[in-house]
């Protein structure tokens, strides 16, 4: 499974705002996640771009998790990503849905769980986190 990178806990990320992740996607990459949430086990969004993971050749897997059990899996039809490159991933919510916007295009993704705040953030996989910025 992905090595565990960054976690960044007792945050209070409200509606509107977004949090910013920058860096780079190894040039060997198979996959990387940004998981969003409460902690690891409830997750708003477990966004997870696989080049070559899980059966998944260059496809952004999205799903949730409650309580440790994952949600449906929800397949993106864009992936807007290339081995080695640097980019900027930000995800905001609402009541409704998580956005993950990017430099190119952006993503929803229900907010399953009803989160109104986003207190964790954690970064797996083939991915360099050269910043994190709270808005
Ligand atoms: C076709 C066979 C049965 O379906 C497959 O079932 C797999 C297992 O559930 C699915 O992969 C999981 O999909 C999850 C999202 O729905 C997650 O991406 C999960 O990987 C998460 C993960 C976290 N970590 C990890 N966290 N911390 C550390 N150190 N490692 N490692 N793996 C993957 O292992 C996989 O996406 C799914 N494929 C399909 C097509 O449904």
């Known amino acids: 499974s992905m090595e565990q990178g ?10 509107g705002e977004c949090i910013k992740v920058k860096g780079k996607i190894l040039s060997d990459a198979k996959g990387f996640a940004v998981n969003v949430g409460k902690d ?4 708003m969004l477990h966004f997870n771009p696989r080049f070559d993971c899980h059966g998944d050749v260059n496809t952004i897997v999205c799903n949730s998790k409650e309580d440790g ?18 980019t900027e991933i930000c995800i905001s919510f609402n009541e409704l849905e ?15 769980l009803g989160m109104e705040k986003i207190e964790y953030l954690a970064v797996e996989g083939d991915f360099k986190v050269k910043a994190i910025k709270f808005h």
């Open 98 to 112: 998580a956005t993950v916007k990017l430099p190119e295009v952006e993503f929803q993704f229900p907010n399953r």
């Open 40 to 43: 690891s086990s409830n997750l």
């Open 6 to 15: 960054l976690v960044v806990t007792q945050l209070d990320i409200q509606p």
């Open 69 to 86: 059990a994952w949600g449906e899996e929800d397949r993106k039809a864009d992936f807007p990503f290339q081995h080695g490159d640097k």
